[in-house]
């Protein structure tokens, strides 16, 4: 397996534009999770999905932020309209929470380094 | 919600010595505390991880150890390598097929 894949890898854009961030989780795993990374504010959750369902978007800061996961092989987050202070690496992560064991590793993409100028 | 603070945010070590580094949690219902290191410019891998049924954790050079009643757990690297410089990121959850609450990270540097 390819591992979780993002895209794209870097995307500079201008304040106002509307960008979308992609993610495929690893084939297979039923949770898939968004985080952004900042210096300020290091690694928070945004939102994340069982089954393609949002369980938890209480992290998104504000209505122009928005994810959506159509199918069980891709999920988008988008801003709408983009701002400087959203400069930040944004990370998709995937994990298999069905199953035994109760405790299940979130594997991380290589995640996209987000620049609105 | 579960508030995790990490400390130091910063350690610096001499190839060889010890790092220690100690995450405290705020909600006694977490039960799952993983630990992630980050290379730079690289993604969050899982190193370790402990269980709330289990004290200490042992994986060649590194160590978890979890202190339920105070609320605190600590992720110990022995015999640091430059290679084990990294960001660290201690993180809980009381249910770990869903949200990690993070740590701010802790820049470990092992000078040679």
């Known amino acids: 397996d390819a591992g979780v894949i993002q895209s794209p890898r870097h995307e500079v854009t201008e304040m106002g534009q509307e960008v979308t961030l992609r993610c495929k989780p690893i084939?297979?795993?039923?949770?898939l999770f968004w985080y952004r990374q900042t210096m300020m504010r290091g690694l928070e959750l945004l939102i994340y999905f069982n089954n393609n369902v949002p369980i938890d978007d209480s992290g998104m800061p504000e209505d122009r932020f928005s994810a959506k996961m159509p199918n069980a092989s891709f999920s988008t987050l988008k801003i709408q309209p983009s701002e400087p202070r959203d400069s930040a690496v944004y990370f998709c992560?995937?994990?298999f929470g069905t199953g035994t064991s109760n405790y299940n590793e979130q594997f991380f993409g290589p995640g996209t380094r987000l620049t609105v100028l | 919600g579960e508030n995790v603070e990490q400390h130091p945010s910063t350690l610096s070590v001499q190839e060889g010595d010890s790092a220690v580094i100690k995450c405290t949690y705020s909600d006694s219902a977490s039960n799952y505390f993983p630990w992630y290191k980050q290379e730079l410019g690289k993604r969050p891998q899982l190193i370790i991880d402990i269980r709330s049924n289990v004290g200490e954790k042992k994986d060649q050079r590194i160590a978890v150890t979890l202190n339920k009643t105070a609320k605190h757990f600590s992720l110990h690297i022995t015999e640091t390598q430059p290679e084990d410089s990294a960001v660290y990121f201690c993180a809980a959850t009381p249910n770990a097929r869903g949200k990690l609450t993070f740590g701010q990270g802790t820049i470990l540097t092992v000078h040679p």
């Open positions: 992560a995937s994990s």
């Open positions: 084939s297979g795993h039923d949770y």
